[in-house]
């Protein structure tokens, strides 16, 4: 079973940068590709970023040039690291772990809030 524990969040102001953490615990020779997702109240969850074991990676259009992914294999991590945030990325951010044949688990979620 795989275990992930999300951390980063908070409050920064439009322009500002945060950086997001999930580490990864358990089984973790299942996962082929971990994602960051994000809700905001009302709205779809939608895929923000993910990249894979090999270190191919996707973003939506929405963070193209502002988010980046990363894994810390030595460190079982995975980071977002956002900047030039605007008062639109405000959601709960959760990271997820996939294996071949589908998910294995999510996170629990971090709050991020951008506003002056």
């Known amino acids: 079973q795989v275990q992930l524990v999300e951390s980063g969040g908070g409050l920064v102001q439009p322009g500002g940068s945060l950086r997001l953490s999930c580490a990864a615990s358990?089984?973790?020779?299942?996962?082929?590709?971990m994602g960051w997702y994000r809700q905001a109240p009302g709205k779809q969850r939608e895929l923000v970023a993910s990249i894979t074991s090999g270190g191919t990676t996707n973003y939506a259009d929405s963070v193209k040039g502002r988010f980046t992914i990363s894994r810390d294999n030595t460190k079982d991590t995975m980071y977002l690291q956002m900047n030039s945030l605007k008062p639109e990325d405000t959601a709960v951010y959760l990271c997820?772990?996939?294996?071949?044949?589908?998910?294995?688990?999510w996170g629990q979620g971090t709050q991020v809030t951008v506003s002056s």
């Open positions: 997820n772990a996939v294996s071949v044949v589908g998910v294995l688990k």
């Open positions: 358990g089984s973790i020779f299942s996962i082929y590709a």
